[in-house]
């Protein structure tokens, strides 16, 4: 049976659909869910006399950002632990497939959920590549893709 599973979470309908296929999974009471949060930092772009505000602006960005993460990692995680899963909580700054891949190494995960949207456009998804496709290349545990169930007619 599968002991620690690391769930990538950000609110959106895609993570929330990793968070149930966590649950549905049913790993048992011993164990342990990493919820992970990834707060992205904004690109930066600073140009001569402008650098000092953009600097500003772009840490109050982050803030509000990590702040507004906070908050929705609290309620992925007490949507596990109804399911009665043990939570570690887990906010953190940087390139999300980095940041997973770093962290699915150092906590030993058996187990990586994420979620994947098929609202992107083709072209998005080929010019950046799309998370779920990166991290099957990088990481050296099973990752499951969960996507959102289809909608009813």
């Not at 904004?42 to 803030?63: D, H, N, Q, R, T």
């Not at 993460?69 to 043990?86: H, I, N, S, Y």
């Not at 590549?129 to 169930?149: I, W, Y």
Request: hydrophobic residues 50%; contains cysteine; aromatic residues 4%.
């Amino acid at each position: 049976m599968i002991q620690t599973i690391l769930v990538a979470y950000n609110g959106s309908a895609e993570s929330q659909a990793a968070l149930r296929e966590c649950i549905r999974l049913a790993p048992g009471p011993s164990a342990e869910i990493h919820l992970l949060v990834v707060v992205s930092p904004p690109p930066y772009l600073l140009v001569g006399e402008f650098a000092a505000a953009a600097v500003m602006s772009v840490e109050e960005g982050l803030e509000a950002e990590k702040e507004k993460m906070t908050t929705e990692l609290a309620r992925g995680a007490a949507l596990l632990e109804a399911a009665g899963l043990k939570v570690h909580r887990h906010l953190e700054v940087g390139e999300p497939v980095s940041v997973i891949e770093a962290f699915a190494s150092l906590w030993k995960i058996e187990l990586v959920i994420v979620g994947h949207s098929r609202h992107k456009p083709l072209a998005l998804r080929w010019w950046r590549g799309s998370t779920d496709t990166l991290l099957v290349e990088k990481l050296r545990c099973s990752l499951l893709v969960a996507s959102e169930p289809p909608a009813s007619a």
